[in-house]
């Protein structure tokens, strides 16, 4: 019904949504088809019938793109500059500390919805897209120590964070659900910390 | 199309697939309705018009019978019987080291099945019920000290198991995904091991 693939400017911002939809449906296909690193905002744009501009306009980054896409419930921009600017020994209590609140914040709604779609068939590409490019592109490198090791650190680490918004959020397993953040924080950071910068079994993978 | 429901014996095998299916849809029913301990092999037999000897022939006790009916990625007799006999400061490592090879054996199947119909959201209630229910009563009492602790430490074990699956399993994350299972036992044993028996934050909850 919109008039918006003939008639758009840049930033207009009245009659939007179609135009907004149809680029995160143009970023979850090519995301999920071609990974995160070999898609482009232009590509993304180009598919969808807009300017690149536009695209920069309504998401910002191709990170930000990305989140929007896939409906991630993690804000990069509140993650992303805390963890690159925390000394490695204090990640896995950072870490947590950064999600609990962003996640009891949206809790029952995004988040839920999030872990759910990304654990149905469709959108496991996309998750594991983001797994593999996103998280191990902030996270594991920060912990390749010994070198080659960062990428199984990184997603033990995101296997008890998973495991946590199942318990949490999706299940509700009380008195779990009911924990106040910073309980969970001091439970499962020497956990993460173990994971990324302990000892790791014999063979830690490639 | 059945005539069972009129023309049936206990113990009787052949044409039996629709008794089975009732006796299952009414155990699923009534677990997520009134719980495990609340749910009698008796009353899942009222409810499906057979008799309870019957359900016994066909599924056992009621915990495997729960199991069945939430099409659990666990045999209750597999994983019971070990976990009762271990010493509390090794079911850490005794839980995943039983988990891991029936959970690897079932990869892509069941496994992946059960977890995705528990996070969707007419299977939450079964989840729940069996977490608060069956995991609690066998693992909780095991490791409940200080007395009150038991539940959140089953739970937060629960987490790190649970992440595991949709890492290793649904997601399918390599190289975590292709680690042999002792190795993945090796990374998470202290973990559950802490969660188990180690320091709990101030308030650990009821």
Redesign the interface.
């Known amino acids: 019904m919109s008039t918006e693939a003939t008639n758009r400017r840049p930033g207009r911002p009245s009659g939007s949504s179609d135009t907004r939809e149809r680029i995160l449906a143009s970023a979850r296909e090519l995301f999920a088809r071609n990974g995160f690193q070999n898609t482009s905002i232009r590509a993304v744009a180009a598919d969808a019938g807009v300017d690149a501009a536009l695209v920069h306009h309504y998401y910002g980054t191709k990170q930000q793109l990305f989140a929007a896409a896939t409906e991630l419930p993690v804000d990069p921009m509140v993650v992303l500059g805390p963890l690159r600017e925390a000394p490695v020994e204090q990640l896995g209590h950072i870490l947590p500390e950064l999600l609990l609140p962003l996640w009891d914040s949206q809790a029952g709604t995004s988040l839920i919805a999030a872990?759910?779609s990304?654990?149905?068939g469709t959108e496991?590409p996309l998750?594991?897209t983001f797994?593999?490019e996103v998280v191990v592109a902030e996270l594991a490198q920060r912990v390749d120590d010994p070198p080659g090791t960062g990428?199984?650190r990184a997603?033990?680490t995101?296997?008890?964070?998973?495991?946590?918004v199942?318990?949490?959020y999706?299940?509700?397993?009380?008195?779990?659900a009911?924990?106040?953040a910073?309980?969970?924080v001091?439970?499962?950071a020497?956990?993460l910390q173990?994971?990324l910068t302990g000892d790791?079994?014999?063979?830690?993978?490639?």
Chains 1, 2 share one sequence.
Do not use: K
Request: hydrophobic fraction near 45%; aromatic fraction near 6%; proline fraction near 10%.
């Open positions: 872990m759910r990304m654990l149905t496991v998750a594991r797994f593999r990428v199984l997603e033990f995101a296997s008890q964070l998973m495991g946590l199942v318990a949490r999706i299940i509700g397993l009380e008195p779990l009911s924990l106040p910073e309980q969970i001091t439970m499962i020497p956990t173990r994971y790791l079994p014999d063979r830690p993978g490639r």
